[in-house]
Each structure stands twice: as structure tokens, then as C-alpha cells.
């Protein structure tokens, strides 16, 4: 779907101030390093959700008073140029296409 909004019509600064709500990006394979500046309790918070960093899958950060304090987003594992480069291929694969025509 695309959209006719403008980014400044969907992104907010970040001196936004109050209202705004953080998303933080979280990779499968080291979230806990990426995220090292929340708060214990955040990632304790995120560890009793059972978040672990998959593609699409997040977890709202409670804040003071059942505010919103953040959001995290998995957004999967890391991958080489050299993989980007073949998933058009495996996907292919999968999808029982057999035959590509070369790059």
C-alpha cells in the first residue's frame, strides 16, 4: 500500500516532547546489547514477555501512571550482503519456482 503522507506527516522530531513515544529497533541476534540503555526493569520487563528480538514482534514499555514509556520492535536477524544478495533466490525456492533468469 503506498501512501500519500508526507514523512513530516508521520515522524516526529526528536524534541517532541510530551506525547511522544520512542520505538527503539531491537535485532534477533544481540537485543540486549542494542538496548542496553533501557532501564533494568524494561528489560526485565521485555525478558518476561518473552521478546527475543524476531522480525515484526513487539512489546509496549510501561511507563509512570500506565503511560507508554516506549516501544520495541524486533526487527529479526542480521544478515550478510552475501545472503541479502541470494534471498530472492531461496525465497523463489520455497515458493516452488524453480528456475530464475540470471542476474
Do not use: Y
Not at 500500500?1 to 544481540?30: C, F, H, K, Y
Not at 527475543?52 to 520492535?73: C, F
Amino acid at each position: 500500500m503506498i501512501s500519500d503522507r508526507r514523512p513530516d506527516e508521520v515522524l516526529i522530531a526528536t524534541d517532541a516532547g510530551a506525547g511522544a513515544v520512542p520505538i527503539w529497533l531491537a535485532p534477533q541476534d544481540n537485543w540486549k546489547t542494542a538496548l542496553a540503555h533501557l532501564s533494568p526493569e524494561h528489560i526485565a520487563w521485555l525478558e518476561a514477555n518473552g521478546f527475543d528480538g524476531a522480525a515484526r514482534k513487539h512489546v509496549l514499555l510501561p511507563g509512570a501512571g500506565g503511560t507508554i514509556e516506549g516501544v520495541v520492535l524486533g526487527i529479526g536477524r542480521r544478515q550478510s550482503r552475501c545472503c541479502r544478495r541470494n534471498e530472492p533466490r531461496r525465497s523463489a525456492a520455497r515458493a516452488g519456482i524453480r528456475h530464475l533468469p540470471p542476474r
